[in-house]
């Protein structure tokens, strides 16, 4: 009994020991050093026994040691209550007898102790205190390194996912991943700051295309031309959305790259060539068409031509925002040349075209498509063009199939000249239409027409050059 007396005080010293070089070490190291001394103290109690906690006490300061002594007097009284026969040993221990029964158990005389008690006592003794040491030690730094190192693996997933997606986009995605258009019937306002009543600085009309600036998430940053400012997203649509409208919405013009360029009957280096093109020449590509990437189909006086894709760029007819006082300006400008428009174009009477009522609310809905917004001149002469097609020889006899003629008119392979006849022409287009049908013409017997700004002689009439 005593032998075991002294194991289980020694056990109890060693936790004390424990708890006061971690609390000593943790102030002032790093919770790695508190750890060693842990781990030493219990290496010392497992491997050396009793022995290994009297080579511990004689490190302790002299006020541990009293300390340490207490600890033991208590020890033994209370197993002088619990062991009766056991009292003429107990009252004569002391710390010294302890630590030279400790020597001695080191040395090999344990046969008072049996096998693996003093071992099992130490762990379960010193145990908690280890972990709790350890714990405490390095919960801090183990918190601050585990979130930064998620962190840190968000950061590489996110960059991770979007290069996939970069490299999943083919170039012409790419390239409109940063631009926006609006998804309007006419024109969207662009607005000083990000609010509905912020003043209007200029309008993105449709087919015009801005590059963003700063994404919001109801207004965003935009600039076009020569406009920089806020449009509402409720009404655009960006990045591939935007491309896939552009497709659908806007012609693809091919512009020639070189003089005398060869415009063929057939996508054939030895077709009938219709006519030549110098470089600059801008001519609208036929979509509908199959070719092959060696050739672009394009049209030419109201039928499908080709030339060779070595000598010709394409791209979108996109245009660009204008601001309100480029708007202004362009509106006198235009009510100039409609003036002198007016008085050098001569509206010719030709023969009238008998028609249905279905046939001038067809003819009323392309005009409407094509120049609803031009003047009443530029209505009238939209139809005149489609009446000079039917008269012509060269394209389909009817108004129908003039209309509806493959590649001829966008808005009608669309379905938008259907949707405007069932819904009903607005009157000015419905006028035109009439009138164009009785024989007018104020085109000078055109059969063609595009945008004036593409720089092709003709009669300008609005928006509009006829040819």
């Not at 710390?95 to 400790?102: F, M």
């Not at 200029?202 to 700063?214: F, H, M, Q």
């Not at 279905?358 to 031009?374: H, M, P, R």
Request: overall charge negative; hydrophobic content about 40%; glycine content about 8%.
């Amino acid at each position: 009994m005593s032998m075991r007396k002294r194991a289980v005080s020694g056990i109890m010293i060693a936790g004390s020991m424990v708890m006061m070089c971690a609390a000593a070490d943790a102030a002032d190291t790093v919770s790695a050093e508190a750890v060693t001394a842990a781990v030493d103290m219990r290496t010392d109690l497992a491997t050396g026994g009793t022995a290994g906690v009297v080579v511990s006490l004689n490190k302790v300061s002299a006020e541990a040691a009293a300390s340490v002594e207490q600890t033991q007097t208590t020890l033994v009284a209370a197993a002088e209550e619990t062991t009766p026969e056991a009292e003429s040993t107990t009252e004569n221990v002391t710390v010294d007898t302890l630590a030279k029964g400790a020597a001695d158990t080191a040395e090999g005389t344990t046969a008072e102790v049996p096998a693996g008690t003093t071992g099992d006592v130490t762990a379960d003794a010193t145990a908690g205190t280890m972990e709790d040491v350890v714990a405490d030690a390095t919960a801090g730094t183990t918190e601050d390194v585990t979130t930064e190192t998620t962190e840190a693996a968000a950061e590489e997933e996110t960059a991770e996912e979007k290069q996939q997606t970069d490299e999943t986009l083919t170039q012409e995605e790419a390239e409109w991943q940063n631009r926006l258009m609006a998804d309007v019937d006419e024109f969207l306002y662009v607005r000083a700051s990000g609010d509905a009543d912020a003043e209007i600085v200029g309008k993105l009309y449709k087919g015009d295309v801005a590059e963003v600036v700063e994404d919001g998430d109801t207004w965003t940053h935009v600039v076009s031309g020569n406009v920089e400012g806020y449009v509402n997203n409720d009404y655009c649509v960006s990045g591939t959305e935007a491309l896939n409208y552009a497709q659908q919405n806007v012609e693809l013009q091919a512009e020639i790259q070189t003089d005398g360029l060869r415009v063929r009957s057939e996508a054939a280096e030895d077709a009938p060539v219709i006519t030549a093109v110098s470089t600059g020449t801008v001519l609208t590509v036929d979509t509908d068409a199959q070719v092959s990437e060696d050739w672009v189909a394009v049209e030419y006086n109201g039928q499908t031509a080709y030339v060779s894709a070595e000598y010709v760029t394409t791209d979108y007819a996109l245009g660009e925002a204008i601001s309100i006082e480029e708007e202004r300006a362009a509106q006198e400008k235009q009510a100039q040349e409609e003036a002198a428009q007016t008085t050098q174009t001569t509206t010719v009477q030709n023969e009238a075209v008998s028609a249905s009522v279905d046939d001038v609310t067809l003819l009323a809905a392309l005009i409407q498509c094509e120049a609803g917004n031009e003047s009443y001149e530029g209505q009238l002469a939209v139809g005149a063009v489609v009446m000079n097609r039917v008269r012509s020889g060269a394209y389909p006899g009817s108004i129908y199939d003039v209309i509806y003629q493959r590649g001829q008119f966008p808005p009608a392979g669309k379905g938008m000249v259907a949707q405007i006849a069932a819904n009903g022409p607005k009157a000015s287009c419905v006028q035109a239409a009439q009138e164009a049908l009785s024989g007018a013409d104020n085109t000078g017997g055109a059969t063609c027409f595009s945008r004036a700004s593409s720089g092709r002689a003709g009669v300008v009439i609005g928006n509009h050059v006829f040819y």
